[in-house]
């Protein structure tokens, strides 16, 4: 069986993170090394690698994680502007394989670049 993935561990409390939300479907961390002020990483339980792994019966929870996302949005005071990334892919900069919503804010988004 594969190895639990860093997010899992932190689910399970085998290494230690920040929770800021979770309810039966996710959890919501800060992001260890945030690229804004506001950087939190919203978590499935369920372990999906990429979203290009999510199948029909994920449709419930995607959407339970884009409700928790603004929840936590407004729990955190940036509901009026944040944005949300998920990369898909080493190529898109994934790094951690288990599906993951990041939720950057207090950061200067007329930028032009894409990335964070
Ligand atoms: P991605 O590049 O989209 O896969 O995002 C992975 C994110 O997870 C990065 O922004 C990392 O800084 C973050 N990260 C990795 N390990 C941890 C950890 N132990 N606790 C919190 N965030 C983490």
Known sequence: ??????????INREIPSEILYEDEYCIAIKDIAPKAPTHVLVIPRREIPKLVDAKAEDQELL?????????????????????????NG?????????????????????ESNLGF
């Open 1 to 10: 069986m594969a190895e639990d993935s860093i997010f899992t561990k932190i």
């Open 63 to 87: 959407g339970h994680l884009m409700l928790a996302t603004a929840k936590v949005a407004k729990q955190l005071g940036v509901d009026d502007a944040f944005r949300v990334i998920i990369n």
């Open 90 to 110: 080493s190529g898109a900069g994934q790094t951690v394989f288990h599906l993951h919503i990041h939720i950057l804010a207090q950061k200067n988004f007329s």
